[in-house]
């Protein structure tokens, strides 16, 4: 007679990198404060990975909100220096938040408004049109971005309209050592 334990199912677990680095407390979530921008003037918010960090960061997703009532364009751009007059963000928080002490990143969330200049140096990938009282969801990235020490992941938005409009900004990412396989 044939013993029944050996037919049992084989257990498969199919986790992808975003919700492995959660459990790990790797992946975090930075949202902007509430950006102003139109009449000419533009906004932005971006995510600093320090020149010394010793980790490398792997972007996921991005969502823009717009609370406004006309369009905008949002660019999003690898490695631009940041503008003269960002601000470090405080809205940063671990997606795993069962663990104690929370994570903290070594990256950190930046952003500007009411800006009349051009970001500098870097590449601006793609654009996107962001629809009235609307919030754009990006597609998963799963991590092929990657920004290394001393780079950035920066979304500008503009509007050709003369309103000043309000937007907010969320990015996602995890982080890992340098060095680790």
Do not use: C
């Amino acid at each position: 007679m044939m013993d029944r334990r050996s037919e049992l199912p084989v257990e498969v677990v199919d986790l992808t990198s975003p919700g492995w680095n959660a459990r790990l407390g790797r992946y975090f979530i930075g949202q902007t404060e509430e950006l102003h921008f139109g009449n000419g003037l533009s906004a932005w918010g971006g995510i600093i990975n320090p020149r010394y960090s010793g980790v490398n960061l792997y972007f996921d997703i991005f969502t823009i909100t717009n609370f406004g009532d006309q369009n905008f364009d949002a660019e999003i751009w690898l490695n631009a220096i940041p503008p003269y007059h960002a601000m470090e963000g405080t809205r940063i928080v671990p997606s795993n938040q069962a663990i104690t002490p929370p994570p903290r990143p070594k990256a950190a969330m930046w952003q500007a408004e009411y800006l009349n200049e051009n970001l500098q140096n870097g590449t601006d990938i793609f654009g996107r049109i962001v629809t009235p009282n609307s919030t754009l969801v990006s597609d998963s990235h799963q991590g092929s971005i990657i920004i290394g020490q001393g780079g950035t992941f920066s979304i500008l938005l503009r509007s050709s309209g003369q309103k000043i409009i309000t937007a907010t900004i969320v990015l996602t990412w995890w982080e890992e050592r340098i060095g680790r396989s």
